[in-house]
């Protein structure tokens, strides 16, 4: 009896590890020993936030050459929990990129406010192992504990700064709003294995494909549910209320990271979540009547609430709602030029965002929870050179040609409009066309404006360290040289199919 | 089983039991008592649950939510020394009554429609872990290979998330004492 048992369980064993295939999960699994490694690091006592920050990096570049190493074919692993294919990867690749630059821009940052806390970066790792689990997943069950993963790492690098209050409300009022996210996920994903009896994307779509979507009630309620959860997580509107504040108390650096990766990886879980359900016919039209309602809202009122923002972050908070609006209208056109178009406005949108909040980092020496357009009068003339780079990422994010926004917008738009969504097209357009305007006033008030005598801001202190300079010159490279050759990466972009 | 007739008696006795005591819940005005009936209701899910073949989850429905976290929740109560209708004699506002009951009522229409509507609740899946199955190998194993097997990966990348939020809690905390002792040391120098 007892052998019996013993072998089938070594039977057990076998087909168990046989089926896991750690190799696909390479990445993820690097990334957060590290986090683990950064810990035991910050056991030392000085030199740890330097060293942390140096192994960080590293670990990252390792991450994203074994990114590399999976191939390009669809390949599942741990009982189809895992799916790793070139979607994925391009997703990794993404990660590993924000985060890179996210420590390089951190550093100096972290010391001069004195939180230099060394396990700052051990958080930002296991931040990053929780977006390659979430976009990696074929399963919500890892999808959600992903998702945990990343929230919990970001609630205590938004509140980490303890001495200023501004930076624990942000940590907290994120914590709450992510936890009301997270229970409309969970219920919405109960909803979904209630009327399909799996978690499983592949089984989803079975039952979506057999038993037509819009007849079973339970399925429909569970999707709308996920989609809202996730909405809060992209802050498009109407869940967008906890941006600004978040935004302007969290650290900078963690607000490059806040604003640009979990977004992403909310998309990148959405559009293949979304694509299981794209044979199901017929569509069910109050599923994509709620897409469309939450792109047109969230290009148009980001984009109001911007106007008249006179604190910068903020302006940048509601600017970003609206950035995520223009790639909810390529996620409303369910093709796959509108994936691959969305996948170059993440990589546009990371140089831009990631390239802006550096320089906001380096600019703002010691007051940066108050800065408003007003602090950037006559800059020009102090600082010619931080102004010129901060012209071009303004200009870039505007979507002026030939920098690398006005390529992703138009690659967006001209998607949307091979779609026949012509009216979301046209909507898009206007609405960048106005949000140039208040890009455009922070040019006006560098160039064209005397600089304010009292303003309390001393635009001549600004000192820059290589690190800094380094994810700046990167940024700036790449949008200017993926501006003007935007074919190549699109090309690799289009290649890939979900 | 020859007391397969008590099943439905004992379904209605615990089913009852559960609305009651969460009524009781919301209807209670001191909050600790209102914790001890959350335990009852907590108890008697658990009846349900043995009902339905699954000792496993009524074990953990017990340890976990009865044990576990309403200890804490009383803890708490304990803690902010809140009296009894200390939270309920605040006015609230009438637009927000009407609101919330507006919901509550339209959720509760969802609902209802949901399972009248048509025969879902028979065509619903069924899971793979039949009541034969559960009868011939227990409950306990089945859930333990399915989590250790099945399920392993969620299951460590939950030990992840906890690590996290350790680390998270002591770097937060260790930020918050270490302030204190700077302010201290200064008070210090001060004298």
New interface residues.
Partial sequence: MTEIMTDTISTNLQTIISTMRLGLLAPHLIVSMGGILLMLVSLLKKAAFKINAFLAIVVLGIASVCALNTGSDPQTGFNGMIKSDMFSNVFIWIYCATGIFTVLISHKYMERRKINVPEYYSLLLFAVSGLMFMTSASDLMILFVGLEILSVSLFVMAGIDIHDLRSTEAGLKYFLMSVFASAFLLFGIAFVYGATGSTEYSAIKDFALSNSFGRSPYLYAGVLLVLGGMAFKISAVPFHMWTPDVYQGAPLPVTAFLSTAPKIASFGFLFKFMAQFQNVQPYPDLLEDIVISLAVLSMIVGNLLALNQEDLKRMLAYSSITHMGYVMTAFASRSDTAISAALFYFAAYIFMNIGIFAVIAVISENNDKNLTLENFRGMAQKKPAMAFLFMIFLFSLAGIPPLIGFAAKFFVFSAVIQSGLYGLAVIGILNSAVSAYYYLRVVINMYLKAPEQDSGFDLNAIKYGMAEMLAITSCIAAIIILGLQPTSLIHFFEKIAL | MELTFIKPFMFYFFASLTTGSALMVVIIRNPLYSAAMLVLTFFSLAGIYVLLNSEIIAVLQVFVYAGAIMVLVTFVIMLLNLRSGALINKPTHIIRSVVAVIFSFLLFI?LI??FV?GN?VEN????VITAAAIESEGSFQLFS?AL???????FE??S??L???V??V???I???S??EENKQAKKGQGR
Wanted: aromatic fraction near 6%; hydrophobic fraction near 50%; charged fraction near 10%.
């Fill in positions: 969802c429609s949901i509507s879902q619903a899946p069924k899971g290979r250790f097997s099945e399920y392993l990966l969620p990348l939950v992840l998330l690590t996290v939020a680390i998270g002591v770097v937060l260790r930020g918050i270490g302030a």
